[in-house]
């Protein structure tokens, strides 16, 4: 199954493996670009040093092409923006706000930018800013969520804008890949089913959360914070939200309380204290493969599906 987003980065299938903060390293994303999707290093809240260090283990792993996501809250945002114009990555992707004082540098670098973009006019400014691509990413993501959700962002946005489109947020297998394709997307963006992949590097406990959980096994926080958070129920988001309702918590004791959790459950799996970000297709997710099992399957289910809904027409 080829689109024109394999054509746009030189990949071979129509996939990238979502940068997840302090869990996408260059062991998963080396993995993935090496089996034909786009792997992604996530920048996170990492300083700069960290992040030229994964280019280079990515780079001395893989000659395809891959990305780094770039958190655009992190408190190193502009030496990261600085730092891929620099190593001049291939596929740079945004998250948690605009990226577009940073484009025109990125741009001049020759680096593709493809934006998370939460809605349509989100979606149309990257558009005039220069984007290669955007991802519509849906609230049934893990982390940091916008309001819409897949199934009406991705049409919307595919309306809005003329870019290639890639679908985010609830896929883990070959039927959501499919769903995505008919929305409107030509590719799509997985985290979730890539937390367990066997080159993923995160702590043991979080791929055995996600591994265990059940459809209703998310819920948000962060509400009042104006950044929502998705992850799995733990005694640290119930007290998170309790926190968030009592009135007399100052945003900036709750800011306190939820930093470093997502840190805590990816490196040390700490099941009280941590937050173990997932999307809602954590209940799809039930065995370890490698990446490539994981392209290869999802592909292969989608091609299925597609070959039996075309049964369906007289
Ligand atoms: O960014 C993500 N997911 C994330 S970032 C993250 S780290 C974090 N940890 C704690 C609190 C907050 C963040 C964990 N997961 N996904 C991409 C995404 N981007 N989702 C939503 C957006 C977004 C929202 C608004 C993109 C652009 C945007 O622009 C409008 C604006 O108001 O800035």
């Known amino acids: 199954m080829k689109t024109i987003l394999c054509d746009l980065l030189g990949i071979q299938y129509p996939i990238f ?18 089996a034909g999707g786009l792997g992604i290093i996530s920048a996170g809240n990492a300083p700069p040093d960290y992040v030229r260090e994964q280019i280079r283990q990515t780079r001395a792993r893989t000659n395809k092409p891959f990305g780094v996501n770039i958190m655009l809250m992190s408190p190193f945002v502009e030496d990261i923006a600085a730092l891929v114009a620099e190593e001049k990555v291939p596929v740079v992707t945004t998250g948690a706000g605009l990226p577009t004082k940073y484009m025109k540098a990125w741009l001049e670098a020759g680096i593709k930018v493809i934006p998370v973009v939460p809605s349509t006019g989100v979606a149309k400014l990257v558009q005039r800013a220069g984007a290669a691509a955007v991802i519509a990413e849906g609230g049934e993501s893990g982390g940091h969520i916008g309001e819409l959700n897949t199934m009406a962002l991705v049409p919307q946005v595919c309306d809005a804008v003329k870019l290639p489109v890639i679908a985010a947020g609830g ?11 008919m929305l409107g997307a030509c590719g799509v963006q997985l985290g979730t089913r890539f937390l367990v992949a066997k080159e993923c590097t995160v702590h043991e406990t979080y791929k055995k959360k996600i591994l265990a959980a059940g459809d209703i096994a998310t819920m948000t926080t962060g509400r009042r ?19 968030e309702m009592q009135s007399d918590m100052s945003l900036e004791e709750l800011e306190a309380f939820g930093s470093g959790a997502l840190r805590r459950a990816a490196k040390e799996g700490d099941e009280k204290n941590g937050c173990f970000m997932a999307g809602q297709v954590s209940g799809l997710v039930n065995k370890e493969q490698t990446a490539k099992e994981i392209i290869e399957e999802l592909f292969a289910e989608a091609a299925a599906k597609f070959k039996e809904a075309a049964a369906w027409v007289k």
């Not at 896929?171 to 394709?181: K, L, M, T």
């Not at 950044?227 to 007290?239: D, E, I, M, W």
């Open 225 to 243: 914070l104006g950044h929502p958070v998705r992850a799995l129920k733990s005694p640290f988001t119930h007290q998170f939200l309790k926190n």
């Open 17 to 34: 493996q979502g940068g997840m903060a302090w869990i996408s390293d260059y062991s998963l994303a080396s993995a993935v670009s090496e």
């Open 171 to 181: 896929i883990a297998d070959g039927r959501g890949v499919a769903a995505a394709f």
